[in-house]
């Protein structure tokens, strides 16, 4: 088993309030597996992911549970030990990556950031494991790209960029969270291709988050759906789609935003 999640809760605190953002969330993972999470906005997805990353810092929440990922358990790692894995096993991508990349830094060089950090590649070895990422990652000339900067592609051809980083150590698990929410749909479901062609080439396990289940089904075999910090119904992808047992379910699978819609924009969480 990759990942094996059991009871996974996260309390946030302040002085004086306290708020589960998860209350109970189990998974498991095999390697290879690409798996969905689906729920509305604020029902916990985010913060799932963050914590299986080590990203919710421990003076805001108590995290409890278990999170066996490769056999250790990422939420008793120091942040020495996180780091370890970080980018190199385990690799996540956000919604936006404009905030991720650094406008004042070539892609390339960006790219190639978890070399540096867990590699003692020479500077020519790092830019050819780069350049093979940003084929990966469905980037064409990626030799062109690798000296430009950000501002200078494309939002779809961005998160390509985010991709390519994440696979550039050929992590075995790869969480995507609403990594096409922001783009328009057909840039949306070339991504989707893009993923699930680096799922089948390198075997690489991927957790996909959306709040939309149509984009869950498109790319996993496995979906569970989470409402308020719990999870309500989980199974095949094709099942909870086509014959959901919650009538939470049967509201997200009404709720799909139509075409016209997301190319509209407006903010999913
Ligand atoms: N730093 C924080 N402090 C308190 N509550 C938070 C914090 N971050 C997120 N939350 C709350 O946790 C819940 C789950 O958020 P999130 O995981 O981001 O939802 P989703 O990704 O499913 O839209 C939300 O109600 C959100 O307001
Ligand atoms: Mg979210």
Partial sequence: MLLNVEHLKITFHDRDSRFDAVEDFSLSMEEGEVVG??????????MTAHALMGLIPRSQ?????????Q????????????????????????????????????IGRQVEDALRVHTRLAAGER???ALEAMALAGLPEPEELY???PHELSGGMRQRVMIAAALVLRPRLLIADEPTTALDVTIQAQILDTLKDINGREGTAILFISHDLGVVRALC?????????LIVEEGPADQVFYHPRE????QLIAARPTRKKLRGGGGHG
């Fill in 127 to 129: 830019k050819a494991r």
């Fill in 147 to 149: 000296s430009c900067y």
């Fill in 61 to 69: 929440a108590d995290i409890s549970g278990k999170a066996l990922f």
């Fill in 221 to 229: 075999s496995r979906v569970v759906v989470m409402r308020r910090g």
């Fill in 247 to 250: 009538e939470y379910t049967r």
């Fill in 37 to 46: 999470i689906v729920g509305e906005s604020g029902s916990g997805k985010s």
């Fill in 71 to 106: 056999g250790s358990d990422l939420l008793a790692m120091s942040r020495a030990q996180l780091r370890q894995v970080q980018g190199k096993d385990l690799s996540i991508i956000f919604q936006e990556p404009m905030t991720s990349l650094n406008p004042t830094m070539k």
